[in-house]
């Protein structure tokens, strides 16, 4: 018999392992989420959604789109996509929504959405959230206002856009809103599970070493340093909302710089889960050149010149404005 025991019992001393990893991720992550969660639905009982919409309507106009889709953004960036989603394949049909329009729309919904669960992962991770809520709202009407005057001048994505999913009916009844969100939750912890499974198999391969290398190139033409590629890789794949317990690990491990982990969840909010969330745009009528490639253009464009100007800062002015350092 090896020093390490029989290769069974490696192999289960590796999933318990596992296993406890993934759940002290998950309950990091289930502590930020479970409060804003439940402050988000009273929120929406008592007519909040409703409000921002309204609110959200002239400058819904400024771009290019009816009023009415300030509900579709109001509902995605207090609840998620899917609470937009739901909202947008309620009243498109029959607004002969062009797909310019809803790549627009799209757009603006990627750039800034599920905002109480993000920015509070984000504030866990160091960053201020009054400088977050004012940089992703800004980079969401500048890449929709981008994009409009771009297909309007070209122009472009005139056709009718073409709505292929539909979520389904929304949870009514306490009890089933409470039922599904258990579910998320479930689905929250297989998926940091399948994470923290990947990424010790990835770190035994050594595929981890060969992103960051791959990453370098990407994050020094921003300016952000190497450490903090590992992390940026997962707000990019997974998404601040899944991947936020391994975030907030990371953050408080003190193995990444503190000015490079600010710039790695700045660029994560503007671009992040940029498989399923652009998949599911597209599958709303949008088009990649919007939902994808202009958000990760703008994305890189903003942080870029975020990075120039805080490394002229001060320490003492970049920790008063920007981050806080994350308790261990």
Request: hydrophobic letters at 55%; one cysteine or more; charged letters at 15%.
């Amino acid at each position: 018999m090896s020093q390490g025991g029989s290769r069974p019992a490696r192999a289960l001393r590796w999933i318990l392992r596992s296993l406890r990893d993934a759940g002290e991720v998950s309950l990091t992550l289930f502590r930020v989420m479970v409060p804003v969660i439940v402050a988000v639905k009273v929120l929406d009982m008592l007519g909040g959604v409703s409000v921002l919409a309204g609110a959200l309507a002239p400058v819904m106009r400024t771009v290019g789109l009816p009023g009415e889709m300030g509900l579709v953004w109001a509902s995605a960036m207090i609840t998620n996509l899917y609470g937009g989603i739901a909202v947008f394949v309620s009243l498109a049909p029959g607004m002969g929504l062009s797909a310019a329009q809803v790549t627009v729309l799209c757009s603006m919904m990627l750039a800034a959405h599920s905002m109480p669960v993000e920015l509070r992962v984000a504030q866990k991770a160091g960053v201020r959230v009054r400088f977050l809520v004012v940089f992703r709202l800004a980079a969401a009407y500048l890449l929709g206002m981008s994009l409009h005057l771009i297909y309007r001048a070209l122009p472009v994505l005139e056709h009718p856009a073409r709505i292929l999913l539909d979520p389904g009916p929304r949870p009514t009844g306490l009890g089933q809103w409470a039922l599904s969100q258990l579910q998320n939750l479930l689905t929250v912890f297989l998926i940091v599970l399948g994470l923290v499974v990947l990424m010790r198999v990835l770190e035994a391969l050594g595929v981890t070493d060969l992103l960051g290398r791959m990453l370098r190139p990407l994050l020094e033409s921003m300016g952000i340093g190497h450490s903090a590629a590992t992390i940026t890789v997962i707000g990019l794949v997974l998404g601040l909302s899944y991947g936020g317990g391994l975030i907030i690990r990371e953050a408080r491990s003190g193995r990444v710089g503190a000015r490079d982990l600010f710039f790695s969840v700045t660029l994560m909010g503007l671009a992040h889960a940029l498989v399923e969330d652009t998949l599911l745009m597209l599958s709303l009528g949008a088009h990649i050149t919007g939902v994808l490639l202009g958000r990760v253009a703008v994305a890189w464009l903003l942080v870029t010149l975020l990075v120039r100007l805080v490394h002229r800062m001060s320490d003492r002015t970049f920790r008063r404005w920007l981050y806080r350092p994350s308790a261990p």
